[in-house]
């Protein structure tokens, strides 16, 4: 769960994303290991929704992009 007060240096993998095929199970298996809370899921966005923790946003998920290979971030 990367948070920062200061600019990340340059180069630095900074964003946690994952592709899942049940949204509603990995929001809820979040939910209970991390206390994560989750803004967006738009349609128009196509369901690619923020985690946050403490008001503070701390990674990305959206349903799977391709339904035939693992979930992977």
Do not use: H, S
Request: aromatic share 12%; glycine share 16%.
């Amino acid at each position: 769960m990367p948070t920062r007060d200061t600019p990340w240096p340059d180069g630095t993998p900074c964003w946690v994303d994952i592709g899942v095929p049940d949204v509603d199970a990995a929001k809820a298996f979040y939910t209970a290991l991390f206390g994560w809370e989750y803004t967006g899921g738009d349609p128009e966005f196509g369901g690619y929704l923020n985690a946050t923790l403490q008001g503070r946003t701390v990674a990305g998920m959206g349903p799977q992009q391709t339904p035939r290979t693992r979930p992977r971030g």
